[in-house]
């Protein structure tokens, strides 16, 4: 089958395809259905798998025609999209549907959703302001008040025997002796937590800043998409948990609502940052080598559970998806580093 179909171009990310089967095609197929389903059948005074199409055909005829188009549908529209080198985000949005009660070709439209072309922006116009991770003596006083509130201690005052007893509970004796080595031990570890915090903080900031001046902006199909499959997921979870889902959304205080708005706002924030990462990828030419893949894949191995099956790590396709991992990983590391620097 050539030339089964037609383009048109609907906007910068929507494609319009307008398709073909021939009817000699789309009864071949029904065809093929009819006999399998007639070779099954079995009706008091005929012998299994002898019924007369005529006597099962008008009540299942439809509904074989339905099976047959989806069946055929698939491989055209794959066929299509390959040769006009498309990659959809979405699934297809059927515009017409055939009418299966003519005897003549089908004919039916569907819109594709592709991501529209985006070009880097000029990285150097990100400037991200650093926060500092100085810790203050308010806070130091709100971390002991809160131990002295939380620990069992016989001293109830912040001082010198209370300090004793807390580095005991803490077990912190190789490290700390006295109120102000207690006090510098949390200065040190809150500092460490800011600074892991604002590091974060900043990595979010030059993505997003990264996605503004690149000005992506996704297909709202393709956002609205993959929404739906964090709900699935979501559900598929809260069943395999045996947890009612009506619970757990009144045992967190929020609505469905207000979760199909946060998913739909993570989807966006997902794949415009797969975007990006993408570009970033290939303006850098940053590649993972086969040694690099390797190395990656035997990690995994190594710290896979004993009943995983073995033979996934020889799969090409799972690896080429662990590639694209690692590319990614890398993207966004060397990205951090132009941006933030070290």
Do not use: C
């Not at 494609?15 to 389903?37: G, I, M, N, R, S």
């Not at 100085?134 to 912040?158: C, F, G, R, S």
């Not at 940053?286 to 996934?312: C, F, S, W, Y």
């Not at 799969?315 to 990614?328: G, V």
């Amino acid at each position: 089958m050539t030339d089964f179909y037609t383009r048109k171009d609907i906007s910068k990310d929507t494609v319009q395809f307008t398709v073909t089967v021939p009817k000699e095609e789309f009864q071949k197929e029904y065809t093929a259905l009819l006999k399998k389903e007639l070779e099954n059948t079995d009706i008091k005074g005929f012998r299994k798998g002898k019924v007369p199409s005529d006597f099962v055909e008008p009540h299942i005829g439809n509904t074989l025609k339905i099976q047959a188009f989806e069946k055929l549908v698939p491989m055209l529209i794959t066929t299509a999209l390959q040769k006009e080198n498309l990659e959809p985000i979405a699934p297809p949005e059927y515009k017409e549907f055939p009418d299966f009660k003519k005897e003549k070709d089908l004919t039916f439209s569907m819109d594709i959703t592709i991501m529209p072309e985006f070009k880097l922006g000029n990285l150097k116009k990100i400037k991200i302001e650093k926060e500092d991770a100085k810790v203050e003596k308010k806070e130091i006083d709100e971390a002991l008040e809160n131990l002295k509130e939380n620990q069992e201690t016989k001293e109830k005052e912040i001082n010198e025997k209370w300090a004793k007893e807390i580095i005991k509970l803490l077990k912190l004796e190789k490290e700390v002796k006295d109120l102000k080595e207690l006090r510098k031990y949390i200065e040190d570890a809150m500092q460490k937590q800011k600074e892991h915090m604002i590091k974060h903080q900043n990595e979010d900031k030059a993505i997003l800043e990264g996605i503004k001046i690149s000005k992506i902006e996704i297909p709202q199909p393709a956002i609205k998409f993959e929404a739906e499959e964090r709900e699935r997921a979501f559900v598929n979870d809260m069943q395999q948990k045996g947890i009612n889902i009506d619970d757990f959304l009144k045992a967190n205080n929020i609505t469905l609502e207000k979760m199909r708005e946060l998913w739909l706002k993570d989807a966006e924030q997902a794949l415009q940052t797969d975007v990006f990462l993408k570009m970033y990828i290939k303006d850098k030419d940053i590649k993972v080598t086969d040694e690099d893949l390797k190395e990656k894949i035997n990690n995994i191995r190594n710290g896979a559970p004993k009943d995983t099956d073995k033979a996934i790590f020889e799969n090409e396709q799972w690896k080429e998806y662990i590639r694209r991992i690692e590319e990614k990983e890398k993207a966004f590391q060397s990205f951090i580093k132009e941006v933030l620097g070290e």
